[in-house]
C-alpha cells in the first residue's frame, strides 16, 4: 500500500494566508498578459534565480520497477543544479535585459506584439519558514502572434516567495526563487524566452 | 523545373522554391544527405560501455553507443521484424534495445540476440544477418563522431579538410579538448533547414540588425572592423574576430565578454584568462588572436564559438526543421565553471535564448515568402561582395569581409552540383 509522504503534502493555510497567496499570483499574471512588465519586474527580488530544467525522454531504471519513484518527475529534468543542459538559468539583470527588450521598436519575434493569457491555478503552499514561502503553481498560456501558429503553454513553476514586513498592498510578496517546468521534450513551441 | 534554374551560375540568385519544394528536398536526401559525413554526436555523451544516444541522420533515427567492447556504434533505430524503434529514450546506459511489440532485442552493437517466438518454430531465422541496420561509415575525428550512408566516402579528415584548422582554434585551447554538457535542446522550428545552416555559416552581417535591441551597436562595428569571414571549400566556412597583436587578455580571451562570465565573478574570468595565456603556446600565435564568432561544416553543422554551441539542422520535410543544440564546454574547467559557460549558450541562443529567438523568427518568416505564388521571376539576390573574397596570407581558405556573401553562394554552388548530380543520374 502507498502512502502520502508528509513532503507532499501542503501546508495547512489559513483563508486569509491562501487568498494573498492567489491575489499575488492572479496579479502578477494580470501585469504579464497585459505587459507591464516594468511593473512585473517589481514583483521580483534582484537576488532571483530564475531557471527552467529541460527535460528529456529518459529510459526508465528497471530495478524501480512497481515503485513511484520509476516515473519520478525529477528524473527527467536537467535542472540548474545539475550538469546536464537547463533552458534558462537567470539573474535579475537577464530578466531585466528582456524586459527591456519588449520595449524596443526592434524586438522583432514580438513585434507586433504577441497576445497571452494565462491561467494560474493549483496554487499550493509547500513550506513555510520565516518570512520566506515555498509556493507551487501550474499554468497554462495561450499564445499568438502573427504569422505563428497560436500554441499552448503548460507548466508548473516552483517558487520560493519572501513575505514583504509591513507591505499590505497586492503584492506583498517578492519572488526569490522561480523554477519553470514545462511540459515539452522537443520544444514545439515558437520561444521559451516568455516570462513565465 | 530543374535545378539549374534555381539557382544560377555564380549563385548570386537562388530561387523561392529551393526553401520550399517537396522535389528538391527529395533531391537533398539523396543528394547531400545519403553522400555527405553528417554530425551524430561527440565521444564525451557515450563514455561507458553500453552508453547511448539518439542521432538523427537527416530524418533517419541513429542509436550512437559505446559497445561492451569499447568501440562506438551507430545503428539504424529501427526493428528489423516490423520497423518499431527499438529505442526510445534519449540517451541512457543498457545491456539490450528491446522492441516493444514482439520483443526482439538487440545489444548495445546493435546485433541482434533474441526472438521470443522462435522456440515455439520449428525453422530458425539466421540472426547475424537480422541485426539493427549499421550506418555504413563511421569516423571521429578529435571526439567528433560523424556517420555517413555513402559507402565510398572520402575519409573524414579530407571532407573537413582546413576547417581542421578553424575548429582547432577552439578545441586545442585546452588540454583535455570539449565536452557536450547534457542532452540536445530539440526546438521544432517551422522553417527549412538550410537557412539556420546558412545562418551560423557566415552571416554575423545579420547581428546588426535583427538583434539591434540587444547587441550594442560598438561591439557591431567592431565584428565589422575586426572580422573575417572565411571559405575554407564550398559549403564549410567560419567567421571570427583576428583581435591585434598585443591586445588585453581580456580583449581576446574567449567569453570573456559574455553575460555569465560578466556576472560569474573572478573564478570564471580567471580561468578563461589562463587559458588564453596559454592559447599561443597551444594553437599558435595567429589562432591565439582569434575570437570565433560562427563556423558551419556542411551540411548541417553549425559551431557557435562566441557562445560556445554545437548545432545540427535536422529536416522534416522542406517547411520544418529539428533544430538540435548542445552547451559545451572545455573538458578540463571545474563543474562550477562549466555551469557558468553553459548560461552563455542558453540565455541567448536555444529555444529561450534572447537573441535566437528573433533568428527562429525570421528562419519562419523567410519560409512563408519562399512558398508564396507568381514571384518565381525574383530569386533572392545573393550577390553582395560578389567577387571581393580571396587568399590570406595567414588564414586558409577564401578571405574576405563579414559582409560579403559568398560564404552563401559557396554554399549553394555545392548544393546545386550535388543536387545536379542526382538530377543527371535519374
Same mark, same amino acid.
Given at each position: 500500500m502507498s502512502e502520502v509522504r508528509a513532503e507532499n503534502t501542503a501546508v495547512l493555510t489559513t483563508p486569509e494566508q491562501q487568498r494573498a497567496l492567489e491575489r499575488f499570483y492572479h496579479f502578477e499574471a494580470r501585469l504579464l498578459d497585459n505587459r507591464q512588465y516594468q511593473q512585473w519586474l517589481?514583483?521580483?527580488?534582484?537576488?532571483i534565480q530564475y531557471s527552467m530544467p529541460s527535460r528529456v525522454n529518459v529510459q526508465v531504471?528497471?530495478?524501480?520497477?512497481?515503485?513511484?519513484s520509476m516515473l519520478?518527475?525529477?528524473?527527467?529534468l536537467e535542472s540548474a543544479d545539475s550538469l546536464g543542459s537547463p533552458l534558462r538559468e537567470e539573474t535579475y539583470i537577464h530578466l531585466m535585459l528582456r524586459v527591456e527588450r519588449a520595449f524596443k521598436?526592434? #524586438?522583432? #519575434?514580438? #513585434?507586433?506584439p504577441a497576445r497571452t493569457r494565462r491561467i494560474v491555478a493549483?496554487?499550493?503552499?509547500m513550506s513555510e519558514q520565516g518570512d520566506e514561502l515555498q509556493v507551487v503553481s501550474n499554468f497554462l498560456l495561450y499564445y499568438t502572434r502573427p504569422g505563428t501558429q497560436s500554441v499552448l503553454y503548460s507548466g508548473q513553476r516552483r517558487d520560493v516567495l519572501q513575505l514583504q514586513q509591513g507591505d499590505s498592498t497586492a503584492?506583498?510578496?517578492?519572488?526569490y526563487r522561480r523554477e519553470v517546468i514545462m511540459d515539452y521534450a522537443n520544444i514545439e513551441l515558437p520561444t521559451l524566452g516568455l516570462l513565465f | 523545373m530543374r535545378i539549374a534554374d534555381l539557382v544560377n551560375a555564380d549563385a548570386s540568385l537562388i530561387g523561392r522554391?529551393?526553401?520550399?519544394s517537396d522535389a528538391v528536398y527529395e533531391l537533398e536526401k539523396k543528394g547531400i544527405f545519403g553522400r555527405t559525413w553528417l554530425f551524430l554526436g561527440h565521444e564525451s555523451q557515450i563514455v561507458a560501455p553500453g552508453d547511448f544516444v539518439q542521432a538523427y541522420m537527416c530524418e533517419t533515427p541513429i542509436i550512437l553507443s559505446r559497445g561492451m567492447d569499447g568501440q562506438v556504434y551507430a545503428n539504424i533505430n529501427?526493428?528489423? !521484424?516490423?520497423? *518499431?524503434?527499438?529505442?526510445?529514450?534519449?540517451h541512457g546506459n543498457t545491456r539490450r534495445f528491446v522492441c516493444p511489440? !514482439?520483443?526482439w532485442s538487440y545489444s548495445v552493437e546493435g546485433n541482434l540476440v533474441?526472438?521470443?517466438?522462435?522456440?515455439? *518454430?520449428r525453422t530458425r531465422p539466421d540472426k547475424s544477418q537480422l541485426g539493427l541496420k549499421s550506418v555504413p561509415r563511421l569516423e571521429s575525428w578529435r571526439g567528433m563522431i560523424f556517420g555517413s550512408?555513402?559507402?565510398?566516402?572520402?575519409p573524414l579528415d579530407q571532407y573537413l579538410g582546413d576547417m581542421r584548422f578553424y575548429l582547432d582554434a577552439f578545441?586545442?585551447?585546452?588540454?583535455?579538448g570539449i565536452e557536450f554538457m547534457g542532452a540536445p535542446h530539440r526546438w521544432v522550428i517551422?522553417?527549412?533547414?538550410k537557412l539556420p545552416v546558412e545562418n551560423q555559416l557566415g552571416?554575423?552581417?545579420h547581428g546588426a540588425f535583427l538583434h539591434a535591441a540587444i547587441i550594442p551597436r560598438e561591439a557591431q562595428d567592431k565584428i565589422a572592423e575586426l572580422g573575417y569571414s572565411v571559405v575554407t571549400q564550398p559549403g564549410h566556412g567560419a567567421t571570427f574576430r583576428l583581435m591585434?597583436? &598585443?591586445?588585453p587578455v581580456d580583449d581576446v580571451a574567449?567569453?570573456?565578454?559574455?553575460m555569465g562570465t560578466l556576472l560569474g565573478g573572478n573564478e570564471v574570468q580567471d580561468y578563461l584568462r589562463e587559458v588564453q595565456a596559454r592559447a599561443a603556446e597551444r594553437v599558435g600565435s595567429v589562432r591565439a588572436r582569434m575570437k570565433g564568432l560562427t563556423y558551419g561544416i556542411y551540411p548541417n553543422l553549425s559551431f557557435l564559438w562566441s557562445n560556445t554551441s554545437f548545432k545540427v539542422s535536422h529536416p522534416?520535410?522542406? &517547411?520544418k526543421v529539428e533544430y538540435w543544440s548542445w552547451a559545451v564546454v572545455p573538458a578540463d574547467a571545474p563543474a562550477a565553471i562549466k555551469k557558468i559557460l553553459r548560461s552563455n549558450y542558453s540565455s541567448f541562443f536555444g529555444p529561450a535564448g534572447i537573441l535566437e529567438q528573433e533568428d527562429s523568427e525570421v528562419w519562419s518568416q523567410q519560409l512563408l515568402g519562399s512558398s508564396i505564388?507568381?514571384?518565381?521571376d525574383r530569386p533572392y539576390y545573393? &550577390? *553582395?561582395? *560578389? &567577387?571581393?573574397e580571396g587568399p590570406h596570407a595567414e588564414l586558409p581558405g577564401l578571405v574576405s569581409v563579414t559582409a560579403n556573401e559568398f560564404y552563401a553562394r559557396q554554399f549553394f554552388m555545392r548544393w546545386r552540383d550535388d543536387l545536379q548530380a542526382v538530377e543527371d543520374a535519374l
Open positions: 517589481a514583483l521580483v527580488s534582484p537576488d531504471d528497471n530495478r524501480q520497477s512497481g515503485r513511484e519520478a518527475v525529477e528524473h527527467e521598436i526592434n #524586438s522583432w #519575434s514580438e #513585434s507586433p493549483n496554487i499550493e503552499l503584492d506583498g510578496y517578492r519572488i | 522554391r529551393c526553401w520550399s529501427s526493428c528489423s !521484424h516490423r520497423g *518499431l524503434p527499438v529505442c526510445r529514450a534519449d511489440y !514482439h520483443s533474441t526472438i521470443p517466438q522462435e522456440k515455439e *518454430l550512408f555513402d559507402e565510398n566516402i572520402i578545441f586545442e585551447r585546452f588540454p583535455q517551422n522553417a527549412n533547414w552571416d554575423v552581417n591585434p597583436e &598585443g591586445a574567449w567569453g570573456m565578454e559574455a522534416r520535410g522542406p &517547411g505564388d507568381f514571384a518565381d545573393y &550577390g *553582395l561582395g *560578389l &567577387g571581393e
